[in-house]
Each structure stands twice: as C-alpha cells, then as structure tokens.
C-alpha cells in the first residue's frame, strides 16, 4: 500500500515539475478563464442583480472549459516522444499513474480557481471572502469529482480521431450531477446558507466524487492498454 | 450461436407483432379514460413501457460492458454495442412521447424535472457512446472505449437521479414504493403494454445482435475466401 502511493506522488511531482517549471499550461488557461469570465459580464447586464445570480454558474462554467484545457495537456505532453509508453511500461501500478496525473490536474484547477475567485470577487462584485468556510467543500469536491471523470475521459478522447474535440462531449453529460451540485451549494453559500443547509448538495458532490475516483482508477488500465 | 439467435429474434419477432397489436387496443379501447387529464393520459400506456425497455436495454450495456473488460470476448461487445442502439432508440421514444403529455396536462412541451432531465442526460450519455464508436480508430479500442462508458454512464445514473430531484421535480410518480396508484383496467393495459414493449426490446436486440454476427461470419468468409483465392491461381 505504501508502495503504491510512493508511485502515485512520484508521478504527481512529475507533472506538477514540469507544469511548474514550463508554466504554459497554466498561464494560458488562466488568461481563457478570465476571458470567459469577461464575456458574461458583456453577455448580461453589468452590475445587475441577474449577474449576480448566476455568478455560480459563470464561475463554473470558466473553470470548466478553462478545466478542459488542463486536462488535454496533460495528455498532449505525454504523448510528445511516447511518454505514456514510457510511463505504462514502467513497473507502477496503472491505478496509481491515474492517480498521479488526476492529483496534478486537481491542484492546477485549483491553482486556477484560486485565481479566478478573486476575480470574480471584483468584477461581479459578489462576496467570496465572508463566505470562504462554506464555498471550500463544494468546491473542492465538485473539482475533483471533474479531476475524476475528465483525466479518463481525456486519455480516451486523444486516441480518438476527434482527439480533444470529443472530450466536452464525453464528459459534459456525466458530469451533471457534479456541475450541478458544485454550482447549487457555491449559490448556497453565497446567499448565506449554513453548510448543513446545503449539506445535500455538498453530499451529492462527495458520492460522486468518492465513485469516479474509484471507478476511473480502475477502469484507466481498460483506456490506456495496447 | 448465430443461428439459435435469429431463430430467437424470429420467435420474439412474432410475439412482439402479436403484443404490439393488441397494445393499442387495450390502452385506446379497454382501458377507461381517465378524469382529469382525459385522452392524453393514454400516451402513458407507450411513454413508461418504453422508459422500462430503455432502462433494461441501457442496464444489458452495464452487464455486458463488464463482462467485456473482464473477459475479453467480441461477443460481448456486440451485445453490448446492440443494447446500446436499442437503449438509445427506446430513450428517443420516451423523450418524444413525454412532450406529448406534458403539453396539454403541465401546459409545456418541456419542464426541467428530475426524470426529464435524467432521461435527456442519459441519451446524452450513449449519443456520445455511439460517437466514440464512429469516431474511433482501431475496433479493439473502441470496445474497451465504450465499454469504459457504458459502464461510467451507468453508475453516473442514480446520481443525476437524485440530483436533479433535489434541484426541482413535479413529474407524476406512476409506480410508488407501496402501491400502484391504477384501477384494474388500466392495470391490465399496462401491464401488458410493458410486457409488449420489453419484447419488443428483446427482439429488436436479438436480431441486432444476429446481424452483427452475420456480419462478422460474412467478413471471415471474405478473408478466407481471399486467403484461398490468392493461392490458386497460377
């Protein structure tokens, strides 16, 4: 077990160095980010009360497309000079390569989050601060639960002949549950619920979060053998 | 295999032209009419039966698609992949007959309520599957590839389920946990209509399913044929 997870972290560091000392991935899909963020501020209303409403599902929908991005890269990156050969012929286990890489694209989304709130904190004019304690859980599960599914599916969509066009159009319907969740408990949060007011929603995150980790982690093998 | 399973479609077949016939007599004719929402509430004896032959077809994909990766034989991929289009076509039918009733009874073609939503998402979920099967490159992957979402398309199911009733529901619960909500007549209808439509499924899959090895059969014909043909001549 110990093993294991020593094979999971090395393969984490080697994203996250490489991510690290490149930083391409991530620059540009920040700016996108912002950038989407900018195109509903032009699409409604500024400083309306109907932007302000659907701040949530802006702010989803930016770490979303934005997230897509993450995840094709890291696949792209790894098929330059047969990396992915590389690494699956390596002794470690395919369940902890999965891991690995879905770890590194769960801390750049995160990074990138971390970002985008901010953000939209000024340009939406909406409080993020105050209501920190109880965004955290619906947003960490409904990233990671995104993580989950997206690492797959975005091993999948590479060895297609759409390549990454195919990846929204795999993930986006599975994903259901988890955008929804994410964005009701982040709309929860904002209007003040408590986090056992919006425990349902954060549950519903966790479920699916907890489900795709284990099952995309057994299934990556099926996806990446030759 | 291939033989016994189209003596079976056939078997099916006839069964399934015998229900489907007496299906709308029963749900138009015998079945009473009901109070308040009048004649559209026949479209119920259509819209359920094919929601139960869509689940059944889309929980084959699931056992299948499992026993595809575990063993590794062809034959349960094309089980699998043949679910799947009968799944698809039966989820198309409950999508197009919902709107039907949901116009005259909720006054809108469409409402954003848990089942519809579970039932759009869902054919989402195998539209996408039919696309990975056009658009892969090599069979074998695209097995393992749909398989991999057959089964992830599956467990996601409960969980938009109860998702999206959390978010908003009011559709008409048919079948409750204690009871069933329907006189005898009605009843009678429907539980038939279900049996035809499952039937229906089943052979549809059957023959599906028989082709699919026809084809295969016709493609190792071909090649031994070329195989042969390459050696004779001289």
Same mark, same amino acid.
């Not at chain 1, 390549?163 to 929804?180: N, Q």
């Not at chain 1, 699916?208 to 099926?222: E, G, I, K, M, N």
């Not at chain 2, 689940?55 to 699931?62: D, G, M």
């Not at chain 2, 209808?189 to 439509?197: D, E, H, K, N, T």
């Given at each position: 077990?110990?093993?294991?997870?020593?094979?999971?972290?090395?393969?984490?560091?080697?994203?996250?160095?490489?991510?690290?000392?490149?930083?391409?991935?991530?620059?540009?899909?920040?700016?996108?980010?912002?950038?989407?963020?900018?195109?509903?501020?032009?699409?409604?209303?500024?400083?309306?009360?109907?932007? /302000?409403?659907?701040?949530?599902?802006?702010?989803?929908?930016?770490?979303?497309?934005?997230?897509?991005?993450?995840?094709?890269?890291?696949?792209?990156?790894?098929?330059?000079?047969?990396?992915?050969?590389?690494?699956?012929?390596?002794?470690?286990?395919?369940?902890?390569?999965?891991?690995?890489?879905?770890?590194?694209?769960?801390?750049?989304?995160?990074?990138?989050?971390?970002?985008?709130?901010?953000?939209?904190?000024?340009?939406?004019?909406?409080?993020?601060?105050?209501?920190?304690?109880?965004?955290?859980?619906?947003?960490?599960?409904?990233?990671?639960?995104?993580?989950?599914?997206?690492?797959?599916?975005?091993?999948?969509?590479?060895?297609? /002949?759409? /390549?990454?066009?195919?990846?929204?159009?795999?993930?986006?319907?599975?994903?259901?549950?988890?955008?929804?969740?994410?964005?009701?408990?982040?709309?929860?949060?904002?209007?003040?619920?408590?986090?056992?007011?919006?425990?349902?929603?954060?549950?519903?995150?966790?479920?699916?979060?907890?489900?795709?980790?284990?099952?995309?982690?057994?299934?990556?093998?099926?996806?990446?053998?030759? | 295999?291939?033989?016994?399973?189209?003596?079976?479609?056939?078997?099916?077949?006839?069964?399934?032209?015998?229900?489907?016939?007496?299906?709308?007599?029963?749900?138009?004719?015998?079945?009473?009419?009901?109070?308040?929402?009048?004649?559209?509430?026949?479209?119920?004896?259509?819209?359920?039966?094919?929601?139960?032959?869509?689940?059944?077809?889309?929980?084959?994909?699931?056992?299948?698609?499992?026993?595809?990766?575990?063993?590794? %034989?062809?034959?349960?991929?094309?089980?699998?992949?043949?679910?799947?289009?009968?799944?698809?076509?039966?989820?198309?039918?409950?999508?197009?007959?919902?709107?039907?009733?949901?116009?005259?009874?909720?006054?809108?073609?469409?409402?954003?309520?848990?089942?519809?939503?579970?039932?759009?998402?869902?054919?989402?979920?195998?539209?996408?599957?039919?696309?990975? %099967?056009?658009?892969?490159?090599?069979?074998?992957?695209?097995?393992?590839?749909?398989?991999?979402?057959?089964?992830?398309?599956?467990?996601?199911?409960?969980?938009?389920?109860?998702?999206?009733?959390?978010?908003?529901?009011?559709?008409?619960?048919?079948?409750?946990?204690?009871?069933?909500?329907?006189?005898?007549?009605?009843?009678?209808?429907?539980?038939?209509?279900?049996?035809?439509?499952?039937?229906?499924?089943?052979?549809?899959?059957?023959?599906?399913?028989?082709?699919?090895?026809?084809?295969?059969?016709?493609?190792?014909? %071909?090649?031994?044929?070329?195989?042969?043909?390459?050696?004779?001549?001289?």
């Amino acid at each position: 077990m110990a093993f294991f997870f020593r094979q999971v972290s090395a393969v984490f560091w080697k994203d996250f160095k490489t991510e690290f000392r490149t930083r391409e991935r991530l620059s540009a899909m920040c700016f996108f980010a912002f950038l989407v963020l900018l195109v509903f501020n032009f699409v409604f209303t500024p400083d309306s009360e109907t932007i /302000r409403n659907a701040a949530p599902g802006i702010f989803w929908v930016a770490v979303t497309f934005a997230g897509f991005m993450v995840l094709t890269r890291s696949f792209i990156s790894e098929r330059e000079n047969d990396c992915l050969t590389g690494l699956l012929l390596s002794p470690a286990d395919r369940g902890a390569i999965y891991l690995g890489k879905m770890l590194a694209n769960l801390c750049a989304m995160l990074l990138l989050e971390a970002l985008i709130l901010p953000l939209m904190a000024v340009f939406l004019n909406i409080d993020v601060w105050q209501n920190m304690p109880r965004l955290l859980p619906g947003l960490l599960l409904g990233t990671l639960g995104f993580a989950a599914v997206g690492t797959l599916f975005a091993a999948m969509s590479l060895k297609t /002949r759409l /390549r990454e066009a195919l990846l929204p159009m795999l993930t986006l319907p599975v994903l259901v549950p988890a955008l929804l969740a994410a964005v009701e408990s982040f709309r929860g949060a904002l209007a003040g619920a408590s986090l056992s007011e919006i425990s349902g929603w954060t549950n519903i995150g966790a479920a699916f979060a907890l489900l795709f980790v284990a099952t995309c982690a057994l299934l990556f093998d099926y996806v990446v053998e030759e | 295999m291939g033989k016994r399973l189209y003596l079976w479609s056939r078997i099916l077949g006839a069964l399934a032209l015998i229900g489907m016939l007496i299906a709308p007599w029963l749900a138009l004719v015998y079945a009473s009419v009901e109070r308040q929402m009048g004649l559209a509430q026949k479209i119920f004896y259509f819209h359920v039966p094919s929601a139960f032959a869509m689940y059944a077809a889309f929980f084959l994909v699931f056992v299948f698609s499992i026993l595809y990766l575990v063993q590794k %034989k062809k034959t349960w991929d094309v089980w699998a992949a043949c679910a799947a289009e009968v799944g698809l076509l039966f989820c198309t039918l409950v999508l197009l007959t919902g709107p039907i009733w949901a116009k005259p009874v909720w006054g809108a073609w469409w409402v954003w309520d848990a089942q519809l939503t579970l039932t759009l998402v869902l054919w989402l979920i195998f539209v996408a599957y039919m696309m990975l %099967k056009s658009y892969s490159e090599d069979p074998l992957q695209s097995a393992r590839f749909r398989a991999v979402l057959g089964i992830i398309g599956f467990l996601d199911a409960p969980l938009i389920h109860y998702s999206t009733r959390l978010w908003r529901t009011q559709h008409p619960e048919v079948v409750r946990a204690d009871t069933i909500g329907l006189p005898p007549d009605m009843l009678v209808a429907f539980v038939f209509c279900c049996a035809a439509f499952i039937v229906l499924a089943a052979a549809i899959l059957a023959r599906r399913v028989s082709l699919e090895f026809a084809r295969d059969e016709l493609e190792s014909l %071909k090649a031994g044929f070329r195989v042969s043909g390459t050696e004779t001549p001289g």
